[in-house]
């Protein structure tokens, strides 16, 4: 008879019982899941930034920045992840995941609460403050917990659970965009106002939600999967890479340019996804947000749908079918993305592409070296993230331009994809360390 998901208990972990006395339950898991996604919605609402560039960009807008201006404290606040995904990474692994959760989303809301105040001329420092250093950081030290966390709670199906729950990041934007829009509306001349009841809903929600997180014992796995220093999608030889170890490979930056380029390619669109909507296919400003919300849906339905396919098709062959779908489609955008519906159409398949390269690379790290430090690798490879984050918007920007070429600008973007596609061809798994005497190599007991 098969046992509960609580029988599979061996050695403690210690970030997890100096806190959490109590042994898991079988629900455990699917309430922590349900925690991560709520946090992972509040966390997705910074892909509804180009609501608010737009609206700060209004001739009724009392700051009027520029192009250039409008993407900077979205950049800053991209750039700044690393920042809390590095951090976050190492103090959970020592301190256990719910202190730097509920620390990420406070430092989250009170920058996009700090954003509200920027209604002045000249005040466009107070959006890069709040928004881009105070919200980036939070966002990364908040966003790396649930990924590295579902992958110990659920080694039965990684690519699938972190994909949820990073879904959970690109449906926040369906959430947040067209609230945004309607706070806006409410006041053209302020347009940052709106990020005062934004922020305190974010605050609401992402506590709420990281307030259950726990780690499972060491050992711990569910009913029927082995769990002997390996899970079901990390059955190899050997114990868990450390930190170090996976740094001192090849294929560790090699996930990180993959990455790296997905970013680069997808958030060129995400950063400006309104303006060129009304640019290119002649959307109205209303139409434009209620477009940006709807890509949320194919944002968080890539990183869910991508996730699962790479567990049945391989990771790398997903890697190559995500790139090359983005290039592809970033350069027909332009070109024959020139009504509503088919701009629509290019649109969706680069969101979902996007989302996608998140939704899979937590497991493909986790298959290629382990969970146990899951939270410091992963965490470390997310500058590709940041190196994204700043590169597509500012190349995105920079050959759009006053003239508005958005021709040249997602050729040349849809190119760098192309090319990128190349990359996990070259990818494969390193061989595990040894270890025999290594706790993460001692077989653990099953029911």
């Given at each position: 008879m098969a046992c509960s998901e609580s029988s599979d208990v061996t050695t403690a972990d210690p970030a997890s019982t100096s806190t959490d006395p109590l042994p898991p339950r079988a629900s455990d898991r699917w309430v922590i899941l349900a925690g991560a996604v709520l946090v992972q919605l509040a966390l997705g609402a910074v892909y509804a930034w180009s609501t608010f560039s737009k609206a700060l960009q209004a001739p009724e807008s009392a700051l009027r920045l520029s192009t250039v201006e409008a993407t900077i404290p979205f950049e800053t606040a991209i750039g700044m992840i690393f920042v809390g995904t590095f951090l976050g990474g190492r103090i959970q692994d020592r301190r256990g995941p719910r202190t730097v959760a509920v620390v990420g989303m406070v430092m989250y809301a009170a920058g996009i609460v700090l954003s509200s105040f920027a209604q002045a001329p000249g005040q466009l420092w107070l959006l890069i403050l709040g928004y881009g250093v105070l919200g980036g950081i939070g966002l990364g030290l908040a966003y790396i917990v649930p990924i590295a966390l579902l992958q110990k709670w659920f080694p039965d199906k990684a690519g699938l659970i972190t994909g949820i729950a990073v879904g959970g990041f690109g449906f926040g934007a369906v959430i947040t965009s067209p609230v945004a829009q309607t706070l806006i509306e409410a006041d053209k001349t302020h347009?940052?106002?709106?990020?005062?009841?934004?922020?305190?809903?974010?605050?609401?929600?992402?506590?709420?939600?990281?307030?259950?997180?726990?780690?499972?014992?060491?050992?711990?796995?569910?009913?029927?999967?082995?769990?002997?220093?390996?899970?079901?999608?990390?059955?190899?030889?050997?114990?868990?890479?450390?930190?170090?170890?996976?740094?001192?490979?090849?294929?560790?930056?090699?996930?990180?340019?993959?990455?790296?380029?997905?970013?680069?390619?997808?958030?060129?669109?995400?950063?400006?996804?309104?303006?060129?909507?009304?640019?290119?296919?002649?959307?109205?400003?209303?139409?434009?947000?209620?477009?940006?919300?709807?890509?949320?849906?194919?944002?968080?339905?890539?990183?869910?749908?991508?996730?699962?396919?790479?567990?049945?098709?391989?990771?790398?062959?997903?890697?190559?079918?995500?790139?090359?779908?983005?290039?592809?489609?970033?350069?027909?955008?332009?070109?024959?993305?020139?009504?509503?519906?088919?701009?629509?159409?290019?649109?969706?398949?680069?969101?979902?592409?996007?989302?996608?390269?998140?939704?899979?690379?937590?497991?493909?790290?986790?298959?290629?070296?382990?969970?146990?430090?899951?939270?410091?690798?992963?965490?470390?490879?997310?500058?590709?993230?940041?190196?994204?984050?700043?590169?597509?918007?500012?190349?995105?920007?920079?050959?759009?331009?006053?003239?508005?070429?958005?021709?040249?600008?997602?050729?040349?973007?849809?190119?760098?994809?192309?090319?990128?596609?190349?990359?996990?061809?070259?990818?494969?798994?390193?061989?595990?360390?040894?270890?025999?005497?290594?706790?993460?190599?001692?077989?653990?007991?099953?029911?």
């Open positions: 347009p940052a106002a709106a990020f005062l009841p934004l922020g305190l809903a974010y605050l609401v929600a992402g506590v709420a939600g990281a307030t259950v997180f726990r780690n499972p014992p060491a050992g711990w796995s569910p009913a029927g999967v082995v769990a002997s220093g390996r899970t079901a999608t990390t059955a190899v030889e050997g114990r868990d890479f450390t930190v170090r170890e996976a740094l001192g490979t090849r294929q560790w930056y090699l996930l990180t340019v993959i990455l790296t380029v997905c970013v680069t390619a997808g958030i060129s669109l995400v950063s400006v996804a309104a303006a060129s909507a009304t640019a290119v296919a002649g959307y109205s400003a209303a139409g434009a947000a209620g477009l940006v919300g709807v890509m949320g849906l194919f944002n968080g339905a890539g990183r869910i749908g991508w996730a699962a396919l790479s567990d049945r098709i391989g990771k790398m062959p997903s890697f190559v079918g995500i790139l090359a779908l983005e290039g592809i489609a970033l350069i027909l955008l332009p070109r024959i993305g020139t009504s509503p519906v088919s701009f629509a159409v290019l649109a969706a398949i680069i969101y979902t592409c996007y989302g996608g390269a998140f939704g899979a690379l937590p497991s493909t790290a986790g298959q290629f070296f382990g969970v146990k430090h899951a939270g410091s690798i992963y965490g470390l490879m997310l500058v590709a993230w940041s190196i994204g984050g700043v590169s597509g918007p500012l190349i995105a920007s920079a050959l759009i331009g006053s003239s508005k070429n958005y021709v040249l600008a997602y050729t040349v973007i849809g190119a760098i994809a192309l090319i990128g596609a190349a990359i996990p061809v070259l990818t494969s798994p390193p061989p595990r360390p040894r270890d025999d005497t290594s706790p993460a190599a001692t077989p653990a007991t099953t029911a």
